[in-house]
């Protein structure tokens, strides 16, 4: 049997989830507006509201996917096809910090892909000034002072958390390029923040081996080697590429409710959405990615636009 035919025979067919993405992204890049506005693909429908907000609606379109994986195929499918009519953004997550594991070339993973400056887009704007505006839009600020250390005790209250997502994610990844492992890994989205408020390395460690794990996960994570990990670096690690966004905005609402009692009552993702409407973008105006996507539709209008 020839390489191709193998490779077409053993090919896993998309599922129709992914289906439906590549068929709204395809309809997207032939209708007309694909000359007026480049495409942007992004993770999730929380980055299409933070990136219109930023960015806004008159010179840019947006498409969810989904999640990361999709972003950098889609890229790699439509971009040999579109041009600089579609472009993608990627949370950087931990890949700044695992450049002894690999290199951080977002080129290498797909063409017109460009990554966040910090962990994800909340780390821009989750500020201690955004997180008391907050309070005071949401608490009774007649019966309850806020505490100017509020945001520091949230990433005191959930950090052996943030060390655990980056050895684990490093783990699975170190894993999967020695070709161990083709899974996600541990049962590590199980962890929520509520869990493990305030835990020490080895009770986040054992909590995470009370989940129920997939059965076809191989990896094995050592509590040695996670203490001597978080040991080896803890004082050269930016807390914006440790923290991740989704687990600080749930630990604010969190230590909210635990020191007051939020008038009406908070709903999850209720301060995500505050940051995308309200928080101060002001830092990430003047980031990296920013500059990319000028650039970006700088060229995108100097060879498309009629």
């Known amino acids: ?8 025979v053993s090919a896993k067919p998309e599922s129709r989830q992914k289906q439906i993405y ?8 032939s209708h007309p507006d694909s ?20 960015l806004g609606s008159s010179d840019w379109r947006f498409k969810d996917l989904g999640g990361c994986p999709h972003v950098e195929e889609f890229l790699n499918d439509f971009v040999p096809n579109y041009g600089v009519k579609v472009c993608g953004i990627i949370d950087s997550d931990f890949m700044r910090l ?9 080129d290498l993973k797909a063409p017109n892909l460009f990554v966040t400056d ?7 704007v989750i500020t201690e000034p955004n997180v008391k505006a907050f309070w005071e839009l949401r608490v009774n600020t007649t019966k309850y002072t806020y505490s100017p250390t509020l945001l520091d005790d949230v990433k005191a209250g959930i950090e052996n958390l943030a060390w655990l997502w980056w050895y684990h ?7 999967t390029v020695a070709g161990e492992v083709n899974h996600s890994g541990l049962n590590i989205s199980g962890c929520k923040t509520e869990h493990l408020w305030g835990k020490d390395l080895k009770e986040v460690y054992d909590y995470l ?24 670096n803890k004082d050269v690690t930016d807390p914006k590429q440790l923290y991740r966004g989704h687990d600080l905005c749930d630990a604010i609402q969190y230590r909210i409710k635990q020191l007051a009692k939020p008038n009406p009552q908070l709903k999850k993702n209720d301060f995500a959405n505050y940051l995308i409407e309200f928080g101060d973008k002001t830092e990430f105006h003047s980031s990296q990615l920013k500059s990319d996507l000028t650039s970006f539709l700088t060229q995108f209008q100097t060879s498309v636009r009629p």
């Not at 695992?98 to 977002?106: G, Q, T």
């Not at 081996?209 to 080896?232: E, G, M, Q, R």
């Open 118 to 124: 910090h962990h994800d887009w909340e780390n821009w």
């Open 169 to 175: 994610c490093r783990e699975v990844h170190r894993a």
């Open 209 to 232: 081996l009370s989940l129920p794990l997939p059965a076809v996960d191989t990896i094995t994570l050592s509590l040695t080697d996670f203490k001597n990990f978080v040991l080896a």
């Open 35 to 54: 000359n007026l506005k480049p495409l942007v693909l992004v993770e999730g429908p929380y980055d299409v509201k933070f990136y219109k907000e930023c």
């Open 1 to 8: 049997m020839s390489n191709s035919i193998q490779a077409a």
């Open 98 to 106: 695992d450049h002894d594991i690999e290199i951080f070339r977002p």
């Open 22 to 29: 590549r068929s709204n992204v395809r309809q997207l890049l």
